[in-house]
């Protein structure tokens, strides 16, 4: 049993595109649990903002606002300010898009999509340019290069201040996308670590392994309840991470 | 409140500190070994590199902890 080979099988990408011609459409296992997701997504914010007279319908709306609430209140507003609501539909979306895609790793059959750099990447790229752009609504394009350097600083110090301050943002922009990256990746690592003890017991004696299976499958439980509670904190901790860099960029002066 | 002065949002921002120091030195390392590669000047730009990664990370750091110690005393100001 290669070890390697069924770890990589379960966590990397799968190209299962289709050519065309000199054409290939390069559909993979990844996009295609995203397409999923949005479609989940889409009919749930359906679903949550659909006005009806039911008793569903009036609990499913009481839900969507709680959400939005929570999300103002919650995240926004505290590290933002009230400039930060004009950005809130970016968050609510945000939020329950990585929370979906986390959680979508759960399910038998399915990826998670945020343990591919490429997709963290992405969302931290969006995030990155919210960031820029709340700069430049807040203080004009000059105002948003000047909030580069902090107040007071001698002018002789303006060219090495001012690359540093750029290149800050862009780690900030990095790191976004790393931590959530490495967490949901080790996350799946050590659930399919735990599941592959029993098999690697269990090629030096049967015996063994079937004794190990109790132990292997009370922590993969315990594990699988946490990558539960991950997928719920780094979605609140990307979309928190997100505002309060919009915050410190909007309230640079 | 147990989180006090810090608020919730200034703890999460504590937790990146590490992945941001950790990401400045490495960003610089690579820019190094980048510009030796084009260069051939190994391993010069690298250790240059890392050292400017350093001096950034230490600013991250210099930066983060004189804003949260202007909001502690603030927070104490208001008390």
Redesign the interface.
Known sequence: MDISHTIAHHILDHDLGVTLGSFHLPITAHTLTMLGVSIVLFVVAVLLSVRGKSLIARLLNTLGEEYVAFMRDGIVV??VGKEGIAFLPYFCTLFLFILFSNLAGLIPQMKTITSNISVTGGLALCSGGLIVYAGIKTHGLWGFIKSFVPGGTPWWLIPLMFP?EV??L???V??LA??LFANMLSGHMVLLSLLLIIFIIGQMSKMAGVGAAFPAMGLEIFMTFLELLVAFLQAY?FT??TS?YVGLVVHSH | MALSPFSMQDHITITTLGLEFAMAVALGTGAGFWIDRKLGTTPWAMIGGLLLGFALAMYIVIKEANRLKKEENSAKDKK
């Open positions: 505290p590290a540093l290149i800050s862009i780690i900030r990095c790191v790393i931590r901790v928190l991470l309060i």
